[in-house]
Every structure is written in C-alpha cells, then in structure tokens.
C-alpha cells in the first residue's frame, strides 16, 4: 500500500480492480482543511485518461510492473514479431496492443514492453523516431517558411503530414506519441 503523499508520475496503481498509471500529480495543501491530491491516470489496458482526487487518509495499492527492451524484428497479418534483448527469445504481440505506433515501427528498432504478472500491458517506442519519406509530392521552390503541410509516406508505410519544403528521400524526426513531424534530420 502506498500514500497519497508517495504518489508520483510513472507509478502503478490498481484502482477499482483496473490499473493504471499515474501520468501527472498535484499534491495540494490548503490553509483550511485537510491535504489532497489531484492526480491523472492512465488505464493501462484500454488507454483513458481520467482525473482523480485523493484525500490524506486514502491509502492505493501499489503495483509491480516488469519492463523488458524488445527488439522488432518483422509483422505479418495480425502480429509483430520482436526478440528480447537480454534472452533473445521471440515473443509475438498483437497489433491492436501496438496501435498507431505500427506506423513509426522500423526492423531492429528497440521498444520497451511493460508487464504485470507476465501479462503484457503496454508498450512504449522511442519518443522520437528518424524515418525516410519514401514519397510524397514535390514542394514547390520558396515554400521554406509559408504555412501549409501535406501527406508524406514514410520508410514503414505510415503517412504523417509534413512542411510544403520537405522532399521525398528527406530524413525527418517524428513525435511517436503524437505522430506529428518535428524537423529534417541531415543523413
């Protein structure tokens, strides 16, 4: 059991018989009253966000997670395949558990799986990722700094929208939590 007083980000909980992990914390002390913590949480198994506010006398149970560093190594139709560094034993994962991220996923890249009980939670890839753009249209001479962007499909099939100036065959810096294009990377 944990007070909310030990309450902090990147800690896992089990609230109501789900778990969940603690994204932001505000631990509040009024001049009147008793102490409390506003808090938002994270269902590991379905992805909502929710905020919770927990008084001094509330006690949560603290859970113990494994991460392990998973290695991608190729996908067919309804799974990933991906080796365990430390191991090297191939685990498959299901493609619904990956979600968007499937799109940032490049051969060899390294993720960090997390698990409850030898049960898979959630995985987590590298925040940014430096991806090729296979194709898109060509930009035209001048557009280096007028707003505007269009689809570009990168090296792993994903298509993020990027600046008009940005060129097939650029190496770009993505965001993989938001899939959002953050600059050209020179190669």
């Not at 940032?104 to 987590?124: D, G, Q, S």
């Not at 296979?134 to 994903?158: F, I, M, Q, R, S």
């Amino acid at each position: 059991m944990v007070g909310i007083n030990e309450l902090k980000s990147g800690l896992v909980i089990r609230l109501e018989n789900k778990l969940f992990t603690v994204i932001g914390c505000d631990h509040v002390k009024p001049g009147k009253g008793a102490a409390f913590v506003r808090t938002r949480l994270k269902n590991l198994e379905t992805g909502s966000v929710l905020d919770r506010t927990f008084r001094a006398s509330d006690k949560l149970e603290d859970i113990y997670i494994e991460e392990k560093t998973l290695q991608y190594l190729y996908a067919d139709d309804t799974t990933l395949h991906f080796m365990d560094v430390e191991t090297y034993e191939q685990q498959t994962i299901p493609r619904s558990i990956v979600g968007d991220g499937i799109n940032f996923l490049k051969e060899n890249m390294e993720i960090t799986a997390v698990y409850h009980e030898h049960r898979l939670l959630t995985v987590a890839l590298p925040i940014t990722v430096n991806l090729v753009i296979t194709e898109t249209d060509p930009g035209l001479k001048g557009d280096t700094a007028k707003a505007g962007n269009k689809p570009a499909v990168l090296e792993t099939g994903g298509t993020v929208q990027v600046p008009l100036f940005v060129q097939s065959g650029d190496k770009i810096k993505i965001d993989t939590r938001t899939g959002s294009y953050i600059e050209r990377v020179s190669s």
